[in-house]
């Protein structure tokens, strides 16, 4: 699904009213059903329920008004709050008062008393029109009051488009913000529900059209995408290994045994004809035992050996448990300056590189970087920041790479500036080795042949999704890498 910024959203909605007519009370109308639409959901009896909605003076705001209005209509109990100056009201959404109090209903300043805390604690429902995707400085009172308060009460909140408080740019909190069960949001998604804490606050994003023309929405750049789950290629009745790619892995020292094991075992389980894992003849004896059908050979003296090995495969996985010596580096930098076949780095690859730009930027093949955020940090010489996808962005552009950053919500950052955040997995996955599989399940797909970003996206996807089979099996607290491992065939074969 395509992700939508700030500014596409305006633009698209400008068109729309400006230059094709579409009346902007008709998509304010249209977006204030679906939220109430969503409120009655959270109604059983809604006759008998009370709900609070709480507007600010744009048409987000509007959208709440006309929310409000659609809920009084269905039977609910509603008071509806002006969070903010009412000299400041769109003439839209000075509409949308105008209809409210036709129907006798008021839209009242907010303010807090005792008496209306009592009433809120009593409140089913509360739907939050406060700001919307504008919102760029910190929040201050009142609305931080309101904020504050849809956050301590029982009531189930609904965020129209976007919680207020939350950059829908970045994701970043500013200040304090709505915690959601659900987020309606309009034409696509945006980049805050997704990313930083934002992802945190939105609950459930439902996307809903409001009548924005489709030819409108092709004319636009999509940069950013939600990770979709793959379905890959059904393989031919006459093939034989050869036809699924040859991978190799240099991986593993002395105490890091683990890694280049999780590493080759899920490349093998991600469908490679044939992996190969070269490690240091002092822990060969360890990942023999490791590995049954990755074929494990011990490192050999001469490094042009090692660049021959790879050179004769279709994809290299570079990095995992491979430590910091002065081999280790030797190493690093002989595959990523000579190397022409489709590169991953990983763990103390990266380390590695991130003290040597120049070398990546040197590279003319395919390169995969796979980096958590502090070895992003490293790599791109500061702190990530609260706003992990242009970062991300940014780099990948900078230097010609794919770059896998890791953790909640993984981004895959793209060469050509295209970006997909991934939104399968769970915190059960943060143990140590769970990269090591991501890794090995990258330079599995892209030695067999898929496309660069597919098999990019496509990885991230399906260890995610691994990663959730396992903790229905194991729960979070008690699964570890090996389960990932077990869980790609079913995650390959069940997707969604």
């Known amino acids: ?72 209509e269905a039977g609910v109990v509603v008071r509806v709050f002006l969070v903010g100056d009412r000299r400041k009201m769109t003439r839209d959404a000075q509409e949308m008062e105008r ?29 939050d029109a406060i700001f919307g995707i504008g919102l760029h400085s910190e929040v201050s009172k009142p609305a931080a009051d309101a904020i504050a308060l849809m956050n301590r009460c029982p009531a189930q909140v609904i965020a129209v488009d976007i919680p207020s408080g939350v950059e829908a740019d970045s994701g970043r909190i500013l200040g304090d913000a709505v915690n959601a069960v659900k987020t309606i949001t309009f ?22 059209p409001i009548g924005i023309p489709a030819d409108l929405i092709e004319q636009e750049v999509w940069n950013t995408e939600l990770t979709k789950p793959p379905y890959l290629p059904r393989r031919k009745r006459d093939t034989h290994k050869g036809d699924y790619g040859k991978v190799f892995l240099l991986a593993g020292s002395r105490g890091y045994t683990g890694a280049p094991a999780f590493a080759a075992n899920a490349a093998v389980r991600s469908g490679s004809g044939l992996v190969f894992l070269m ?17 494990v050979m011990p490192l050999p003296d001469d490094n042009s050996a090692v ?50 730009i120049d070398s990546l930027d040197n590279r003319s093949g395919l390169t995969v970087l796979t980096p958590h955020d502090g070895e992003f ?76 970003k597919e098999a990019v996206s496509a990885a991230v996807y399906l260890h995610g999704r691994a990663g959730d089979l396992s903790a229905e099996a194991f729960g979070e607290y008690g699964m570890i890498p090996s389960d990932l491992i077990r869980a790609i065939p079913t995650a390959i074969l069940k997707p969604i």
């Not at 959901?41 to 329920?49: D, G, I, M, S, V």
């Open 279 to 295: 490690v240091p003849e002092n822990i060969y004896a360890i990942e023999a035992v490791k590995c049954d059908e990755a074929m």
């Open 187 to 208: 034409t696509y998604p945006k980049v805050g529900h997704y990313v930083s804490d934002g992802a945190l606050c939105s609950g459930e994003v439902i996307p809903v």
């Open 99 to 127: 209809k409210l109090i036709n129907l006798n209903v008021k839209l009242e300043n907010f303010t807090l008393s005792p008496d209306d805390e009592v009433w809120f604690q009593q409140c089913a429902v509360m739907i």
């Open 1 to 72: 699904m395509r992700i939508a910024t700030s500014d596409q959203t305006r633009r698209l909605d400008q068109v729309a009213i400006l230059d094709r007519g579409i009346p902007s009370l008709r998509l304010m109308e249209t977006a204030a059903r679906a939220v109430a639409e969503e409120a009655l959901k959270c109604l059983p009896e809604p006759r008998l329920a009370q709900a609070a909605v709480f507007c600010g003076p744009g048409n987000n705001g509007g959208d709440g008004l006309a929310a409000a209005r659609l809920l009084y």
């Open 377 to 452: 940090a490293r790599l791109n010489g500061g702190p990530v920041g609260e706003n992990r996808l242009e970062p991300a962005r940014q780099f990948a552009v900078r230097h010609g790479c794919f770059l896998v950053l890791k953790g909640y919500r993984t981004i895959t950052a793209c060469p050509d500036g295209a970006c997909f955040i991934n939104t399968t997995g769970n915190p059960g996955m943060a143990k140590g080795g769970s990269g090591d599989v991501l890794a090995g399940m990258i330079v599995s797909l892209l030695g067999q042949g898929l496309p660069p």
């Open 307 to 356: 660049l021959k090995q790879a050179e004769a495969c279709s994809a290299v996985l570079l990095g995992p448990g491979l430590g910091s010596s002065s081999r280790s580096k030797d190493l690093t930098l002989l595959l990523t300056e000579k190397l022409s076949k489709p590169l991953v780095v990983d763990a103390d690859g990266i380390n590695i590189l991130s003290l040597h």
